[in-house]
């Protein structure tokens, strides 16, 4: 059960009353490892004994954490993990480093957290690598069109230890900043309401022409506009509006991302194009991070990769269970509940948008950038050795199955 499952029954009003008595932190710390649905009592106490473990001795060191859209209902349905890191890092440095977390944009967004965190305003962010890309444009080095198959692919290179050089050790070089862990979906188009009387959508070309919201990544938009999907830039705030109205079509992000930003009731249409990465990612600022000193360091990267082995396991029994991605869908899911049909393409369409944008097959759209992001890795060819590291593992292999590994240990 999740947070959003918990705190149904307790109003917004009352859950800032507990978080101002004992920090926004230790009531959601205390909310995310409660057995059932909580009353306000037992939300109380929770939080109470949450705090005063926290609080138990000085720390050493406190991190601030921005956590962009994420709020106390929605943190669980979408599994990135940024609570559970918080919450273990604090345990397996018992209490050394306290984490403060800041999430629901309080203090930085999707697009300004990454930045917020170069600045030194936050410690530690949690936000899309997409959305991230603006700030620090080495993180665009996931989003190369059919690079990864599955959400298996994405797993197992994020564990891999050739991430390090492909992904990690550019980005802190490049950004400051220390990728710690990321949950893996693939992209598609959420068509809005004026598609829920259409079929559903079985073939790319049904796509052409339609006019979609893009994220901040550079290389989605290669992709989107190859596939004439049409890339326009829009406000968060106005997504939502925009798919209910009609004046756009869809939007270009993932499954779960649909579910915990409150789109599903102006979603018709979840479209597995699965043409390049939904990651929504946690990192640190990297200056930070060598101010710990080696023990902490180590905890930091622990907690790190117990939080991927968490997100990894949890996001796939959220996607089936509390999102409503399968077929066919479970009741009482997000989708089911607001009327999301998923709509599946099959392999021939996609490798019919594969041939149309991906690097293998129409490498002149993606010179510009490569040549860019082999640049800042240097001189490695990112896309032909992530595309390799994708491809080491059986495509029909699970997500839930793929092996965890330290990366950071070869």
């Known amino acids: 059960m999740g947070i959003y499952d918990k705190l149904n029954h307790i109003s917004r009003r009352d859950l800032f009353r507990v978080a101002g008595r004992y920090g926004m932190s230790s009531t959601l710390l205390a909310a995310g490892s409660f057995g059932g649905a909580m009353s306000l009592a037992n939300l109380a106490s929770a939080a109470e004994s949450t705090y005063e473990k926290r609080f138990a001795k000085e ?10 859209g994420f709020n106390a209902r929605n943190l669980l349905i979408e599994r990135a993990g940024a609570l559970e890191f918080a919450r273990d890092l604090e345990s397996r440095t018992d209490g050394e480093i306290r984490v403060e977390f800041i999430g629901d944009n309080q203090i930085c967004g999707q697009v300004s957290c990454v930045e917020k965190a170069q600045q030194g305003i936050v410690d530690i962010y949690a936000a899309s690598t997409q959305n991230s890309a603006g700030g620090a444009p080495y993180l665009n080095v996931l989003d190369y069109a059919f690079m990864f198959r599955n959400r298996a692919d994405q797993y197992h290179f994020l564990y891999h230890p050739k991430s390090q050089a492909l992904l990690r050790e550019p980005y802190e070089k490049r950004h400051g900043l220390k990728f710690l862990f990321s949950h893996a979906e693939l992209r598609g188009i959420q068509l809005g309401l004026s598609w829920e009387d259409k079929p559903t959508v079985t073939s790319i070309e049904e796509l052409f022409g339609t006019k979609n919201r893009v994220t901040g990544t550079q290389l989605g938009r290669i992709a989107m506009t190859a596939l004439n999907l049409n890339p326009v830039p829009v406000a968060w705030e106005e ?4 798919l209910k109205q009609g004046l756009i079509d869809g939007a270009e992000t993932w499954a779960s991302a649909v579910a915990y930003a409150n789109m599903s009731p102006v979603v018709s249409q979840s479209v597995h194009l699965d043409f390049f990465c939904g990651t929504e990612h946690t990192a640190m600022n990297a200056g930070v991070f060598d101010s710990l000193g080696g023990e902490l360091q180590d ?3 622990e907690s790190s990769y117990w939080s991927q082995v968490h997100v990894q396991a949890a996001n796939e029994a959220a996607l089936v269970k509390t999102v409503g991605l399968s077929d066919p869908q479970l009741p009482d899911t997000i989708f089911a509940q607001n009327n999301v049909r998923n709509a599946f393409l099959s392999k021939e369409e996609r490798r019919k948008a594969e041939e149309m944008c991906s690097p293998e097959f129409q490498p002149q ?5 490569r040549s860019r992001l082999n640049g800042w890795s240097g001189g490695l060819d990112t896309y032909q050795e992530i595309y390799d590291i994708a491809r080491e593992i059986d495509e029909d292999t699970l997500p839930e199955n793929v092996e965890p590994r330290r990366w950071w240990k070869a």
């Open 59 to 68: 720390a050493k060191f406190t991190l601030k954490f921005g956590a962009a």
């Open 365 to 369: 759209l993606w010179e510009d950038w």
């Open 299 to 301: 905890a930091v990267m």
């Open 239 to 242: 997504t939502l509006d925009g």
